[in-house]
């Protein structure tokens, strides 16, 4: 099961996760550190679950405001900082994320629930001329009286080109 899509996405998207949890734990840490002031003047410190409360509806910019107490000086300044740092983290996590999903997209080729595949050109552009001159049939020469090699040269047609595109490997 270590090659399931649920691992794969774990995997590329650790970093992103680890960046997350660690700005977050760091700015949980410094509004439990720095100190405010109560209603009465009073030094004051934020629990762990204050501190998780205030940065779990700051990131989510529900803004509740500052609880229990008005923040001081420096605590404003730190909450500006880990805003600025949530946000770089945030940005970095959904680019991952979206990095992902397009490779995902790409190497299946576009075959997901609800997309058609893409139609498959008959004649690629990164094919040089040559290589398509060199391996077109070769016809009869006008007034040649051979009709069994007229009709095995005869240029294929578009009914004829479909279903060689659906039989051939790799194609569902």
């Known amino acids: 099961m270590p090659g399931s899509v649920f691992f794969l996405v774990l995997r590329r998207l ?3 996760v680890i960046l997350m949890v660690v700005v977050y734990a760091i700015g ?7 100190p405010g002031a109560d209603a009465g003047g ?3 410190r934020m629990t762990v679950f204050q501190a998780l409360y205030f940065m779990s509806y ?3 910019t529900i803004g509740f405001g500052e609880i229990p107490y008005p923040f001081t000086d420096a605590q404003r300044l730190w ?7 949530t946000v770089v983290g945030w940005a ?3 680019s991952a ?7 995902m997209l790409i190497h299946m080729g576009g075959r997901t629930v609800g997309m058609r595949p893409l139609p498959v050109p008959v004649l690629s552009t990164s094919v040089p001329v040559a290589a398509i001159a060199a391996s077109a049939p070769v016809r009869p020469a006008p007034g040649s009286s051979s009709t069994a090699a007229g009709a ?3 240029p294929p047609t578009r009914a004829g080109a479909a279903a060689a595109r659906s039989d051939s490997p790799g194609r569902t």
Do not use: C, E, F, H
Request: hydrophobic content about 65%; aromatic content about 8%; glycine content about 2%.
């Open 14 to 16: 650790r970093a992103p």
């Open 42 to 44: 009073r030094p004051w």
């Open 58 to 60: 700051t990131a989510t």
């Open 152 to 154: 095995a040269s005869a």
């Open 97 to 103: 994320l979206l990095t992902l999903l397009l490779t």
């Open 92 to 94: 970095y996590a959904i």
């Open 28 to 34: 949980i840490a410094g509004l439990v550190l720095i």
């Open 79 to 85: 909450v500006m900082a880990t805003i600025y740092l």
